[in-house]
């Protein structure tokens, strides 16, 4: 089964806390999402549209394993303990990037409260990242990126 954790031998896993790679990654998931965005621009039900598929494109975009960015950057998502992470905490880690384009599916409202809570939640990423190394996701499922 894809959910059974398996060890990383410690050698292996390299972990991807380089700035550069993971803002890299993150900006190739960037462009399927801006597609995916352009829902947005029907008018009166293309924010609920643009809702309804870029909710689930940021919570399930690491549900494989990778994004696409880790894929072609040659990263993945581990637990701490050094074992792959279950597809429960890969989904949490996306939690925060989710919650933002959710709030689009809210008639009129939801049009200003989300592309708001969106940049709130990049800024608060974007930080950890910096000073920490990792991203409030990340502390929430307790998980990390490594090079493969």
């Known amino acids: 089964m894809a959910d059974q954790p398996t ?3 410690q050698d292996a896993a390299i972990p991807a806390s380089q700035l550069g790679l993971r803002i890299t990654g993150y900006l190739i998931d960037v ?3 801006c597609v995916l965005g352009l829902f947005g ?3 009166i039900f293309g924010p ?3 809702g309804l598929v870029l909710a689930p494109y940021w919570l399930l975009r690491d549900i494989a394993g990778a994004s696409l960015g880790k894929l072609i950057l040659g990263t993945r998502i581990i637990t701490k303990n050094g074992l792959s992470a279950r597809a429960g905490a890969r989904v949490l880690r996306n939690v925060p990037l989710a919650v933002g384009p959710a ?3 809210i008639p009129f409202l939801g049009y200003v409260l989300g592309p708001a809570i969106s940049l709130l939640a990049v800024l608060i990423e974007s930080i950890l990242l910096v000073l920490r190394g990792e991203r409030l996701g990340d502390r929430l499922a307790k998980t ?3 090079k493969k």
């Open 144 to 146: 990390i990126v490594v």
């Open 41 to 43: 621009l029907i008018p």
């Open 48 to 50: 609920i549209i643009a």
């Open 7 to 9: 060890v990383v031998p």
């Open 31 to 33: 462009v399927p999402a």
């Open 103 to 105: 709030f689009l599916i």
